[in-house]
């Protein structure tokens, strides 16, 4: 299956270099390029990639904020790559949806198979973040709010396993393999629960498993 991928970097040369690494891969297609924010918006609404490759910080529009954008409306999973992996940008690309968020002085092959894993529709974060993350989460004081806890024993006891195994980093692969089901089934439960959870990306999902105290 081929990937269909928009690069939105505001340099020109980042943006070369970045187009230039992925038409090199048989089963990646660059379909589309953006310079600034709202083109990525506007181009990722009428193209409809698989992957949206967004950099954070961009004129007219920010990163961010294109990615709510682009994600609230179902146009593609979101890639975020950004050459600082600062707190505001982390946090902020989450919680907008953006399926998984990489540094720019990752390897090429890094940055390929981090499309790849978004492509199939699971998370994708760069060490360092998701070292962070595990500590943010792994604080005692964190707290959950009620309207979190009711939405996920709303859940089916599957749907509940499945968000368990999100929580826990598994790929859908893996979440087939121990849950003893198809991958494509999996797929299906992942999507119900983002949309039972009103969630954006299976990464909110990870967050609020840890949240709740989901474990496998």
Same mark, same amino acid.
């Given at each position: 299956m081929t990937i269909r991928v928009l690069v939105a970097e505001d340099q020109a040369? $980042? !943006? =070369?270099a970045l187009?230039?690494?992925l038409r090199a891969e048989p089963d990646l297609e660059v379909v589309g390029q953006a310079a600034d924010g709202e083109e990525a918006v506007r181009l990722a609404l009428e193209l409809r990639p698989d992957v949206v490759l967004m950099d954070v910080?961009?004129? !007219? &529009?920010?990163? $961010?904020? #294109?990615? !709510?954008? $682009?994600v609230s409306a179902g146009a593609a999973q979101v890639l975020v790559l950004t050459t600082f992996d600062l707190d505001e940008y982390v946090y902020g690309a989450l919680r907008a949806g953006a399926a998984g968020f990489l540094l720019k002085d990752l390897e090429a092959d890094a940055l390929v198979e981090g499309i790849r894993t978004v492509a199939r529709g699971d998370g994708m974060l760069a060490p360092s973040v998701t070292r962070r993350l595990i500590g943010t989460f792994a604080r005692p004081e964190r707290t959950v709010g009620p309207a979190a806890r009711e939405a996920v024993s709303g859940l089916t006891p599957r749907e509940r396993e499945v968000l368990a195994c999100i929580g826990a980093g598994l790929s859908n692969g893996e979440i087939a393999g121990r849950l003893a089901m198809a991958e494509a089934t999996t797929k299906t439960h992942v999507s119900r629960i983002l949309a039972k959870l009103q969630l954006r990306s299976r990464v909110? #999902? =990870?967050? &609020?498993a840890q949240d709740v105290g989901l474990t496998i």
């Open positions: 040369a $980042v !943006r =070369a187009m230039m690494i910080q961009m004129p !007219r &529009l920010d990163g $961010v904020s #294109a990615t !709510r954008q $682009v909110q #999902a =990870a967050i &609020l």
